[in-house]
């Protein structure tokens, strides 16, 4: 049997970074996805690498800080090895303000800004514009964040998957599981689980307690040719533009639901409520309708670490909405646990804190 340092299970975002991480250090891996690249929410069409707000801060938001700035690096080395341009563009975010106190409250993030995100990015408080796409402000201003970017979800999986190979990593589709031994025999390394929502019901099964759910989203992608334009974020929705004159507006989040992969009127009124907020969208058609469970660990971060228990396991999990913008910081980190037994999993972030 070959020698493989490390067993990567699932080809989602967290996954298929860590597997990406792990064979440009040298690492032989092998990566096994049980259905399709993408299969789950890392197959979405959002894209939206987003900052939160500056202020009250956290390991949480200081590791997504850090990510977000990796993240111009990371996906074009990515392209390069790959020849796949995985849709990243760092071109900032508009959101319109309500009234005079959310000026003055933005205006006071503005200056957390300046003090947390290391001068490499700013928050602004700008005058509205009427240029066709910036939504209306019944206040008459903007924020205006340089840090935000947007990448295509599904080209950047693929970019992954051909950059891996390009290293010579091994990724396995359709895959029950990788050849019998790997996981008894010590000398092929560690695995990392990476399973997304089939991973935390397993998880919570060996662990004898919940550690996070499934949470469904829907969204909608338009025929728009926006491709240079910032993102939007209008009343909780996220409307992004991607560089192949689609953009896409999600999304929901359901705690219940009947159906996993189908949309309903939740998506509808979505829809609805994208149009009224950019007006380049009123007239554009809805190309492609989405729906899908999200991994959402029980701590709200992304859940990383040991496997309690599981020797030479680890898991990668618990994205929820950010796991693209989280997957480069994650992909170093696990790497750098995995690889060479340096530990810098934040506080908050390890599995035992969704315990």
């Not at 550690?211 to 334009?229: M, T, Y």
């Amino acid at each position: 049997m070959a020698i493989v340092d490390v067993t990567v299970m699932g080809g989602g975002i967290f996954g298929l970074a860590i597997a990406w991480d792990c064979v440009r250090r040298g690492a032989r891996v092998s990566l096994y996805e049980r259905d399709r690249i993408g299969a789950g929410s890392s197959g979405g069409i959002v894209g939206a690498l987003a900052p939160h707000v500056p202020e009250q801060w956290n390991p949480k938001k200081a590791f997504q800080l850090e990510s977000l700035l990796m993240a111009e690096g990371f996906w074009r080395e990515v392209a390069e090895v790959s020849g796949i341009d995985p849709g990243y563009a760092r071109l900032g975010r508009v959101q319109p303000l309500a009234d005079t106190a959310a000026v003055a409250l933005a205006r006071g993030r503005a200056d957390g800004a300046a003090a947390l995100w290391q001068g490499r990015a700013e928050w602004r408080v700008v005058p509205a514009r009427d240029d066709g796409w910036a939504p209306e402000s019944p206040s008459g201003w903007l924020i205006q964040d340089t840090l935000s970017a947007r990448l295509h979800p599904r080209q950047a999986a693929t970019a992954l998957v051909a950059a891996i190979r390009a290293k010579d990593g091994v990724v396995t589709e359709a895959a029950s599981g990788p050849p019998a031994g790997v996981f008894e025999n010590r000398r092929n390394g560690t695995v990392v689980w990476a399973t997304g929502v089939a991973g935390l019901t397993e998880l919570s099964g060996d662990l004898g307690r919940t550690v996070g759910v499934g949470v469904k989203g829907q969204a909608a992608l338009f025929r728009c040719d926006a491709r240079d334009q910032p993102q939007l974020f209008v009343e909780g929705l996220h409307i992004v533009p991607h560089g192949d004159g689609t953009v896409a507006v999600g999304s929901t989040s359901e705690r219940s639901y009947d159906a996993v992969d189908t949309t309903d009127t939740q998506l509808d009124a979505l829809i609805d409520r994208a149009r009224t907020a950019c007006s380049a969208l009123r007239d554009a058609p809805v190309i492609e309708r989405w729906a899908g469970l999200r991994p959402r660990a029980k701590s709200r971060t992304p859940m990383l670490g040991e496997w309690p228990g599981r020797p030479g396991h680890f898991v990668a999990n618990g994205g929820f909405k950010i796991g693209f913008g989280m997957a480069p910081k994650v992909a170093q980190v696990m790497a750098d646990l995995v690889l060479d037994g340096c530990d810098v999993i934040p506080d908050g972030f390890r599995v035992g804190d969704s315990l």
